[in-house]
């Protein structure tokens, strides 16, 4: 739907929808927000208002497990699985249960290696949401709890020209070096298993 037809707010933002009563229409309506809200601009390179906007719509999503769990296929062998809901870009995380710390740090020094520093360590419950972007530094996010699964949503930055397909850096903490990885592959996609 081009965004001219749509109702506009003064930063040319699409005003927040009402949330569904139905819970299956509910948290496929915040995924078909995220869309219309993101458009054709890059998650990178959002406007504040596009930001701002999409940081309001996670909000206030209430996490309701029968609305989302047919995209949350679990391992109990991995220590997370990818179940793609959406090709979307963004740079959020929205706890659907249990609780994640985003442990975040400062860039490394690439003249001095040596251990990263922390600059926040945040525990994140459900209903929760996270922001991320490079000019923050580079963050981890973890279970600080084994026995209990948690579900997250991300909306997360794979451009340029996509992580999810070419990969990325990750950090090594205790040295700041950054090594090259492949994304690990998605575990499902829209609700189906994808074939091993």
Known sequence: MPTATRNLTPSGVPPLKSLLADPQDHFRRLVKDIQITLGSENGIAASDAVRRKLQ???QEY????????????????ETFTRNLVDRGNGNYNLILRGTLT??????????KPGPMQVTQ???????????????LGLHKIS????????V?????VYTPPNAAIEGCK????????????????YYSEFGRRCSD
Not at 102 to 111: I, K, N, Q, V
Not at 121 to 132: G, N
Not at 152 to 156: D, P, Q, V, Y
């Open 56 to 58: 309001d719509m996670l």
């Open 62 to 77: 209430q996490s309701d497990e029968v609305a989302w769990q047919k995209y949350a296929f679990r391992d109990p062998t």
């Open 102 to 111: 985003e442990t975040r740090y400062a860039w490394p020094s690439l003249s």
């Open 121 to 135: 360590s945040t525990d994140f419950h459900r209903d929760e949401v996270t922001y991320m972007a490079d000019t």
């Open 143 to 150: 279970n600080p709890n084994p026995s209990e699964y948690a």
């Open 152 to 156: 997250s949503l991300h909306w997360k």
């Open 170 to 185: 990750i950090f090594n903490a205790e040295t700041g070096q950054a090594t090259h990885v492949k994304v690990y592959e």
